[in-house]
């Protein structure tokens, strides 16, 4: 719903979806003794110790103005940080409970109407906030040019809206092609972070190298995350990357209380470095169930499905599928079975990588993203152009692997359908098939069946296809998350590889989205799979699919201990991180 405009704004403000009520219990006894100078030095020095409440007072004030210049990021950061400190269920229970003329609540449902298609209501939002004087106005109508192919004209209205003193129209000027969450540029942040302290997030992030490997500077990412920290914007992720920075030998100039404060707020426990063991955990599948449930909810879904698999041995950890019936759920098994070969990105890629005839790098004209009777799911907004045939893979092209099983196929159409059926433990129209495909790429090219655990290790097939084409799309894969259209199942602990697609049923308005994936992406231990289906869009694989694979991610990480096992940098990595992002959009792939 209202996340559309979070992923319209990209980077700035990172969705948390932890959970961290017990620092609310602790908190006031350091709080109390605090001088009052003033309310708002107050609250700020409440949210460095993790008071999440304080978050909520502060974005109050950022919404009204109360203490403060009035500011639609100040308040969307303040929210965040309180969903991030465990205080509300969700950002848009904060959104939900706003004033219905309320202008900020205007500038997200304008944003949210229009994604959705409804043109008139948006506009009609937008009228509003003009008339309300809000220079936010600028940078909506700014949005609505760029999603209508005028690039021009929507730069020209958010830099309108950015001399009016919208920091939201300022944030966005500092994401060349913000649509797609491009690389931020950097020299224009630092220059704004001083009047928007969130942005020093966003600057450490980028040092830290979350956005690629160009700007990779530890010592800045941590001047960076102190200075959010000095000014009560900094959330778990860079408390936690500050608390991993000391320990291992960085300078800062932290006190005792200081880094006290830090771990509270990172809510920090170091853990031992112990082997994975796997079984069958009934625990597992009741937290994994209980997250799909949520999500389902939330998403409006009538199926959903997640699979868990030990990727060297084949063993299912997790199998949990279910059928939403009003408020209640009830297990069933996933009986999909017209499969469309074209739309499984993967086995694809890897099927054009073995022809010989195409290479990562080679391009395919897409041009507006229709051609025979095959749409990209951004057609409406021009189609991708030409692209690259990994960048087909990460951002689910079906034009251009149309086009490019074509080239090198021509006539022999029932080759490529054999060697696709071949990938996919010779069932193509089996739904285990796609996820005994995905483990092969996890593993190396080893196929090992999929089984529960205690019937032993079958393998099938030592070599599905040449070493190094599996390695290419163990790459594409990676590169899926970090460049594609699935940035959402990333972790700040470890690397995870996925790709996924969102189809509409033959004969039906249902739309099923999958999601494949596994971590870490360097040296695999999990392969998982997420399936949801719901009745019309919105409906994307990555919005939707993604929150549950990284809740599941997190559960095995801390069901297992596993999270400092596959922390980043543990082990060399077996592909090159990019040097940007792209957000994942509701929209139908």
Same mark, same amino acid.
């Given at each position: 719903?209202k996340?559309n405009?979070?992923a319209?704004?990209a980077?700035?403000?990172a969705?948390?979806?932890?959970s961290?009520?017990q620092?609310?219990?602790? %908190? ?20 460095k ?5 304080a ?8 919404r009204?103005?109360?203490?403060v210049k009035?500011?639609?990021i100040?308040?969307?950061n303040m ?5 991030d ?6 950002m848009?229970?904060?959104?939900d409970?706003?004033?219905e003329?309320?202008d ?5 449902e ?12 948006a ?6 906030l ?19 192919g005028?690039?021009l ?9 950015a001399?009016?003193g ?24 630092a220059?704004?972070a001083d ?5 020093y997030t966003?600057l450490a992030?980028a ?12 010592e ?10 000095? =000014?009560?914007?900094?959330g778990?992720s860079g408390?936690?990357?500050?608390i ?6 960085g300078q800062l100039?932290?006190s ?9 707020l ?8 112990p082997?994975?063991?796997t ?7 009741d937290?994994?169930?209980?997250v799909?449930q ?8 009538e199926?959903?499905a997640?699979? %868990?698999?030990?990727t060297?041995?084949?063993h299912l ?12 759920f009830?297990?069933c ?7 469309q070969?074209?739309m ?6 890897l ?26 799911? =951004? ?18 092209s079906?034009v251009?692997f149309?086009?490019?099983?074509e080239?090198a196929?021509?006539?022999r ?8 059926s ?28 999929l ?19 599996i ?7 990676r =590169?899926? %998350?970090?460049?594609?259209?699935f940035?959402?199942?990333d972790r700040?602990y470890?690397d995870?590889a996925?790709c ?18 596994y ?5 695999p ?9 719901k009745d ?6 990555g919005a ?8 599941t ?12 096992? %596959?922390?980043r ?7 090159e991180?990019?040097n940007g992002?792209?957000?994942d959009t509701?929209?139908?792939?």
């Amino acid at each position: 719903m209202k996340k559309n405009l979070l992923a319209i704004v990209a980077m700035t403000l990172a969705m948390f979806s932890c959970s961290d009520q017990q620092l609310m219990d602790d %908190v006031q006894d350091h709080v109390q003794p605090l001088v009052q100078v003033n309310e708002i030095e107050a609250l700020k020095e409440r949210v460095k110790w993790g008071d999440g409440q304080a978050c909520l007072e502060l974005a109050d004030r950022y919404r009204t103005g109360n203490g403060v210049k009035k500011d639609f990021i100040g308040m969307l950061n303040m929210v965040s940080l309180a969903d991030d400190f465990g205080s509300i269920s969700s950002m848009e229970a904060y959104l939900d409970t706003l004033p219905e003329k309320n202008d900020f609540k205007l500038v997200i449902e304008a944003v949210d109407k229009y994604e959705k298609g409804q043109i008139e209501e948006a506009l009609a939002m937008a009228e509003e906030l003009d008339m309300q004087g809000m220079p936010d106005f600028y940078s909506v109508q700014g949005i609505f040019a760029v999603e209508r192919g005028d690039t021009l004209e929507g730069q020209r209205l958010i830099e309108m809206g950015a001399e009016r003193g919208s920091s939201f129209a300022e944030l966005l000027l500092c994401i060349p092609n913000w649509r797609d969450c491009s690389s931020p540029d950097i020299p224009k942040l630092a220059a704004l972070a001083d009047r928007i302290p969130f942005v020093y997030t966003i600057l450490a992030d980028a040092y830290r190298g979350r956005y690629g490997k160009d700007v990779v500077n530890a010592e800045l990412a941590a001047h960076y995350y102190l200075k959010a920290d000095e =000014n009560a914007t900094l959330g778990k992720s860079g408390a936690r990357w500050l608390i991993h920075y000391h320990e291992d030998g960085g300078q800062l100039p932290l006190s005792d209380v200081d880094i006290q404060r830090l771990r509270k707020l990172a809510d920090w426990e170091p853990v031992e470095e112990p082997e994975p063991t796997t079984y069958n955990d009934e625990v597992l599948e009741d937290a994994v169930s209980q997250v799909l449930q949520d999500k389902m909810t939330e998403c409006a879904c009538e199926f959903g499905a997640v699979y %868990v698999v030990e990727t060297s041995t084949g063993h299912l950890v997790a199998d949990v599928s279910l059928l939403r019936n009003g408020s209640s759920f009830v297990p069933c098994k996933d009986t999909y079975s017209e499969e469309q070969p074209l739309m499984l990105g993967a086995p694809v890629y890897l099927a054009l990588l073995s022809t010989g005839q195409f290479s990562p790098d080679d391009t395919i004209d897409t041009e507006y993203g229709v051609y025979k009777d095959v749409r990209d799911h =951004n057609w409406h907004r021009g189609g991708y152009g030409v692209i690259s045939l990994e960048q087909a893979l990460g951002h689910s092209s079906q034009v251009a692997f149309t086009k490019a099983r074509e080239m090198a196929f021509g006539n022999r159409q029932n080759e490529f359908y054999d060697r696709i059926s071949t990938y996919l433990s010779g069932d193509p129209n089996y739904v285990m098939g796609v996820l005994a495909f995905y483990n092969v790429v996890a593993n190396g090219g080893k196929m090992v069946q999929l089984t529960k655990k205690g019937y032993g290790v079958t393998v099938l097939d030592e070599q599905i296809a040449a070493p190094e084409h599996i390695e290419t799309l163990q790459k594409g894969l990676r =590169n899926a %998350v970090t460049k594609g259209l699935f940035c959402r199942v990333d972790r700040d602990y470890t690397d995870v590889a996925a790709c996924g697609r969102t189809f509409q049923i033959v004969d039906s308005s249902d739309r099923r989205m999958e999601l494949y994936g596994y971590f870490p992406a360097d040296s695999p231990l999990y392969t998982i799979m997420v399936t949801l289906e719901k009745d019309g869009l919105p409906a994307s694989a990555g919005a939707m699919c993604g929150p549950v694979m990284t809740s599941t991610i997190d559960l095995l990480a801390d069901s297992y201990g596993l999270r400092s096992l %596959v922390a980043r940098g543990r082990n060399t990595a077996s592909v090159e991180e990019p040097n940007g992002t792209v957000a994942d959009t509701i929209a139908i792939q």
